[in-house]
């Protein structure tokens, strides 16, 4: 059973940054894409990116060319990049793992979740 554990929320500024980490158990890099979500109070859970196990990267629109994902195979990590944070980007972030493939910015199957860090955008 994977497990996954999100850290690096906060609360921050508009136009300022966070690093969300998300750690595996196990060797997510090698074997899962990994997707990145966010949900906002009264609001659906949504894709924000995903990077699949081959290394292709998607971004939704919505934070394409602020958020930044990546990886450390050596750490089990996999790293969202946060700049140019705005108000609307408040909500809990997770991280999910899946055994397919990335949908675009989304996870074909997500059959592992994190438990969620939360990220207030606010002045």
């Known amino acids: 059973q994977l497990q996954l554990v999100e850290s690096g929320g906060g609360l921050v500024q508009p136009g300022g940054s966070l690093r969300l980490s998300c750690a595996g158990s196990g060797r997510i890099l090698d074997y899962y894409a990994i997707g990145w979500f966010r949900q906002a109070p009264g609001k659906e859970r949504e894709g924000v990116s995903c990077?699949?196990?081959?290394?292709?990267?998607y971004y939704a629109d919505s934070v394409k060319g602020r958020f930044t994902i990546s990886g450390d195979s050596s750490k089990n990590t996999v790293y969202l990049q946060m700049n140019n944070l705005k108000p609307e980007d408040t909500a809990v972030y997770y991280c999910?793992?899946?055994?397919?493939?990335?949908?675009?910015?989304?996870?074909?199957?997500?059959?592992?979740w994190g438990q969620g860090t939360q990220v207030t955008v606010s002045s």
């Open positions: 990077m699949s196990s081959g290394g292709n990267i």
């Open positions: 999910a793992a899946g055994t397919t493939y990335c949908s675009g910015y989304d996870l074909d199957v997500r059959d592992y």
